[in-house]
C-alpha cells in the first residue's frame, strides 16, 4: 500500500466525520425543537381546557371545574387570581411558585384596605 493510498483515505475519513457530525447536529436540533413546540403546544392546550371548565366571568364561577377531572390536563396546575391569590393547586413543579411571604395581621389589614377602597 502507497503513502498516497493512505493519506486519500485519511482524507475521505476526515470528510466523512465532518459530513456525520453535521448531520448528527442538525438531527439534534431538530428534534430539540420540535420536542419543546410540543411541549408548550400540549401546555397550552392543558390550559384551555382548565379556563373552560372556570368559566371566569365578572366572578369566579368554579362549578364546572370542580365537576370535571380535566383529562388531557397537566400533571401539575397553579390556578392564580389576578391579585396572586392561589385557587388552586394540582401537583407539584418545583420553581411553579415563586417567593412566598406570610402576610401578618398589620399586612393583612392594610392590604384589606387597600382592597376596600379599590373596590368603591
Given at each position: 500500500?502507497?503513502?498516497?493510498?493512505?493519506?486519500?483515505?485519511?482524507?475521505?475519513?476526515?470528510?466523512?466525520?465532518i459530513?456525520?457530525s453535521?448531520?448528527?447536529?442538525?438531527?439534534?436540533?431538530?428534534?430539540?425543537?420540535?420536542?419543546?413546540?410540543?411541549?408548550?403546544?400540549?401546555?397550552?392546550?392543558?390550559?384551555?381546557?382548565?379556563?373552560?371548565?372556570?368559566?371566569f366571568?365578572p366572578s369566579?364561577?368554579?362549578?364546572?371545574?370542580?365537576?370535571?377531572?380535566?383529562?388531557g390536563?397537566?400533571?401539575?396546575?397553579?390556578?392564580?387570581?389576578?391579585?396572586?391569590?392561589?385557587?388552586?393547586?394540582?401537583?407539584?413543579?418545583?420553581?411553579?411558585?415563586?417567593?412566598i411571604?406570610?402576610?401578618?395581621?398589620?399586612?393583612?389589614?392594610?392590604?384589606?384596605m387597600?382592597?376596600?377602597?379599590?373596590?368603591?
Open positions: 500500500m502507497s503513502r498516497n493510498f493512505w493519506s486519500r483515505l485519511a482524507g475521505l475519513a476526515f470528510v466523512f466525520f459530513a456525520f453535521a448531520v448528527a447536529g442538525i438531527q439534534y436540533w431538530f428534534v430539540g425543537r420540535e420536542q419543546r413546540e410540543t411541549a408548550r403546544r400540549q401546555l397550552q392546550d392543558s390550559a384551555a381546557l382548565v379556563r373552560e371548565d372556570i368559566a366571568t369566579w364561577n368554579l362549578v364546572g371545574y370542580r365537576r370535571t377531572t380535566s383529562e390536563a397537566a400533571d401539575s396546575i397553579l390556578i392564580l387570581s389576578g391579585g396572586g391569590t392561589i385557587i388552586d393547586a394540582s401537583g407539584y413543579a418545583p420553581g411553579m411558585t415563586g417567593r411571604s406570610i402576610l401578618s395581621a398589620s399586612n393583612l389589614r392594610e392590604s384589606s387597600d382592597w376596600a377602597r379599590e373596590s368603591r
